[in-house]
């Protein structure tokens, strides 16, 4: 059913990874992405692997939960491995019709696909193992130097926050509309674009008087609990940073370092 | 004074037409004069549109009168600094039940409250804890909202109000959107929290089940409060209710018409025991006549 | 004619570990022009059965026939079918969309394809129906009452004409009036039509004034299935699933085994009332 549907897909399960500070997975995925583009040949990236293999046998997060995501970017990943193998200038490899593949463009195109797989695979760690919650908490704190320039990084937060709640809540609504309209003749699906673009008025106006209606409730309901933004405000689970937190800060700037040395030391 | 009071309250919605001309002015609440004291349970009945919501709105501070004064625990909501203490004081549930809960785990959003307070960390713990545990639904503070039911959202919602500890608990129609089982376990959580916390509570509702056990009940009509007693009073007038489109509980209503019919009932019967005991009494005075 | 179901199961979640079994193996005939209660707890069913009649979902398993054709056969027109079996959804009124209420109405009949003149006349006559003051047909719909709201909803399918009608609690949330209000437009309108009329709710009070038969749903099945009076008589079982009888049921069993003489099926306050003035005058 519609409300089973998670967002961020988190893999509930114990380990190291999941105990981490929120903001330690956050910086985290930063600094991979970043390794990433700095490799210029492939010994970083053998680096960049072991070091995701670890991550991920200690997360205790299935392999196979990791790859689910990288379905839905195949088309872009090919779409990538396309236009630079054919479209590199260099020393011609293969041609044929009006066709060329270059050795540079394969080269461009391996590391593309490696890199695109890596930065998915390093991400969902992410998502898989920190609660949207958790994720929303420590972006907000991460973000909170930000606040001298003015971002409403407190806002910006609690709308995360409850727009993950009212997701599923919306998705559900959708459904009931568009079972209400269906038995009312309506036909979501025949028709050329434009037809099924109109065909849509009888779901999408209900569904935004619904989201209008609700968001309204909802923000008398924080009002009568006393919300008044997040001066003043304490935390039913503050984020502290343990002694593993900081370990794990030690070991991520040590990879860094380390891969990039690598990568740009040997030949 | 009693921890909510009111004098003359009048509340008006302006109606404007599509150009933003004023076309008219509705009085949602027409002078309303009140006064609750510390530790009741209040029943507040009426109509759709009768202005009950809005009255109760005025008791949270989120509606301020257009004329006369409220009064929560002593504080005039018409004076901002006041407002926070007032919300803190008489807290307020909400009819539907998926649209007041904020955060995406039980617990969380029964921590939301005290959060916004300043409460500090430990404290809330606790807090959300006995809250939890006075609704009955602690067993399941870890769960996702979206997989309780309607009756067990409404607790959570109560819990989130008594975790900030007020003196006064204003419910608007929380058991509308229920199915009957949802229904008694709300209620029989509200008369908890009056009879074991010993917190006033203000009931809005249209079930008439659910208000035979408050102390008073406040009938409104047209923005006025048209009757206000203990249920029995109330109850003794079902042609009165009836003409405000309201009705009275099913074995009221019998022993009502058996009265028409010539049976000398006595008015208001509330529950099924003491319809028996009369019918029971009448039928064996007859015997003894005959 | 008749919808009759034969052997129904329905499963949601697929083959998955998380699968549930939301229908099991129901047996139904509903003939023509019968006023049906359907009654059971939040999550008994009864809202997955009611879908399939329309063939909004489709049967996991068994057969579903209206008017003697198996509307899971291929070439069987779905759209026709939800035009003759009418379904009233919860909260109607949040489907309605049009910027006013005679709009609104019409857009179920010109989805059928039928003409201008046709579309407008079934709308006209639907919402006479429903009773909904004319002067409110040429208004936003979002201007109503929440009791005309629902109105103007159930006109939308009313304007359909259909066979069979299922409304799904269709008081819920108005105040004690309005629901009578409603209740009684059902009836009057079963009167003047005959159409076969499926009322879904908890309340038994509602259902006992009206309906010819009772359908009690529980885990998918069908548990109960009689005429009011029978059904009432398993108060008792009714409770352990979360359900109860009317309140005269319970007074008129307290009142037969404090040694009163009286019926103690009577259903309606009118019967009981009846009952036990025979007994005391």
Not at chain 2, 93 to 108: K, L, M, R
Not at chain 2, 142 to 152: A, C, E, V
Not at chain 3, 35 to 48: D, E, N, R, V, Y
Request: charged residues 25%; proline residues 4%; glycine residues 8%.
């Amino acid at each position: 059913m519609l409300r089973d549907i998670t967002l961020g897909q988190y893999y509930q399960t114990e380990s190291v990874i999941h105990r981490l500070d929120p903001r330690v997975k956050l910086a985290g995925t930063v600094i991979f992405i970043i390794s990433l583009f700095c490799f210029d040949k492939g010994w970083g990236y053998i680096g960049a692997a072991i070091f995701l293999a670890i991550v991920i046998k200690l997360s205790k997060v299935p392999f196979k939960f990791m790859i689910k995501g990288m379905r839905s970017i195949m088309f872009i990943l090919m779409i990538t491995v396309v236009f630079n193998l054919f479209l590199t200038p260099g020393e011609v490899v293969v041609s044929f019709w009006k066709l060329q593949i270059t050795k540079e463009g394969i080269r461009i195109a391996a590391f593309m696909v490696i890199r695109l797989a890596m930065l998915l695979i390093g991400s969902s760690v992410m998502t898989l193992t920190t609660t949207p919650n958790n994720l929303t908490d420590g972006m907000e704190k991460a973000m909170r130097p930000l606040k001298v320039l003015r971002l409403p990084v407190h806002e910006i937060a609690m709308m995360m926050s409850i727009a993950l709640r009212f997701i599923p809540i919306l998705m559900e609504e959708t459904d009931k509309i568009m079972k209400a309209q269906l038995a009312r003749g309506a036909d979501f699906e025949s028709g050329n674009i434009f037809k099924k673009a109109k065909a849509m008025v009888p779901l999408l106006v209900p569904l935004f008087i619904s989201a209008f209606r609700r968001a309204n409730d909802l923000a008398m309901a924080m009002e009568a609990r006393c919300y008044r933004g997040g001066n003043g405000r304490t935390k039913m689970k503050p984020l502290v940073y343990k002694k593993r937190d900081a370990i794990a800060y030690l070991v991520l700037f040590a990879y860094l370092a380390g891969s990039i040395a690598v990568d740009k030391l040997l030949w | 004074m009693g921890i909510i009071k009111t004098d003359k309250l009048v509340f008006e919605y302006i109606r404007r037409d599509e150009d933003g001309n004023v076309e008219g002015i509705n009085r949602a609440v027409d002078e309303v004069t009140l006064d609750i004291k510390q530790g009741d349970f209040i029943a507040v009945l009426g109509h759709n549109g009768s202005g009950k919501s809005t009255l109760a709105k005025h008791m949270n501070a989120i509606l301020c009168p257009t004329e006369g004064t409220i009064w929560v625990d002593g504080r005039d909501t018409r004076e901002e600094d006041e407002v926070w203490n007032i919300r803190q004081t008489a807290g307020m549930v909400f009819q539907n039940p998926d649209n007041q809960i904020i955060g995406q785990v039980v617990e969380e959003d029964v921590g939301f409250g005290p959060e916004n307070m300043g409460v500090p960390t430990k404290e809330i713990w606790e807090r959300v804890e006995e809250s939890l545990k006075a609704v009955g639904m602690y067993e399941f503070r870890k769960y996702s909202p979206n997989k309780l039911s309607g009756g067990q959202k409404q607790r959570v919602s109560i819990a989130g109000v008594l975790a900030m500890h007020p003196k006064c608990i204003v419910l608007d129609e929380p058991t509308a959107m229920l199915d009957p089982n949802g229904r008694k376990d709300v209620i029989r959580a509200i008369r908890a929290l009056n009879d074991v916390e010993n917190v006033t509570v203000i009931l809005i509702t249209h079930y008439m089940e659910e208000i035979i056990h408050a102390d008073k009940v406040f009938v409104m009509d047209e923005g006025k409060i048209a009757m206000q007693g203990t249920p029995k009073e109330i109850f003794s007038q079902v042609e009165a209710l009836k003409a405000l489109r309201l009705d009275v509980p099913q074995v009221t209503l019998l022993a009502y018409e058996l009265q028409k019919k010539g049976i000398a009932l006595p008015d208001s019967i509330l529950s099924i025991e003491e319809f028996t005991k009369e019918v029971m009494h009448y039928y064996e005075q007859k015997g003894r006549k005959a | 004619m008749a919808i009759i179901l034969d052997h129904v199961s329905h499963v949601y979640g697929g083959d998955t570990t998380l699968s549930v079994k939301a229908l099991n193996d129901i047996n139904l005939v509903i003939p023509d022009g019968q006023f049906i209660g359907l009654i059971g707890h939040t999550g008994s069913g009864k809202s997955t059965l009611v879908q399939h009649l329309n063939g909004l979902l489709k049967a996991t398993s068994g057969s579903i026939y209206f008017n003697g054709q198996d509307i899971d056969d291929k070439d069987y027109n779905r759209k026709e079918l939800r035009s003759k079996v009418g379904l009233v959804f919860q909260y109607p009124e949040h489907q309605l969309f049009e910027s006013d209420v005679f709009s609104d109405v019409c857009f179920g009949p010109k989805n059928l394809g039928l003409s201008k003149k046709e579309t407008e006349l079934r709308a006209y006559d639907a919402l006479r129906k429903v009773g909904l003051p004319e002067e409110c047909f040429y208004q936003s719909p979002f201007d109503l009452s929440g009791g005309q709201k629902r109105r103007v909803a159930i006109a939308g399918v009313l304007a359909m004409k259909p066979e069979v009608l299922i409304l799904d609690e269709p008081t819920a949330g108005l105040d004690p009036k309005g629901r009578e209000e409603i209740l009684e437009q059902i009836v009057k309108l079963r009167e003047e039509s005959g159409i076969t009329i499926i009322l879904v709710s908890h309340s038994m009070e509602d259902v006992a004034e009206y309906v010819d038969r009772i359908l009690v749903m529980n885990h998918g099945e069908v548990m109960y299935d009689d005429v009011p009076r029978e059904v009432f008589k398993h108060y008792k079982e009714l409770e352990s699933v979360g359900l109860a009888a009317p309140q005269v049921t319970y007074i008129m069993h307290k009142l037969k085994a404090a040694g009163l003489g009286v019926d103690e099926n009577a259903t309606t306050i009118s019967e009981a009332c009846e009952e036990i003035s025979k007994v005391l005058l």
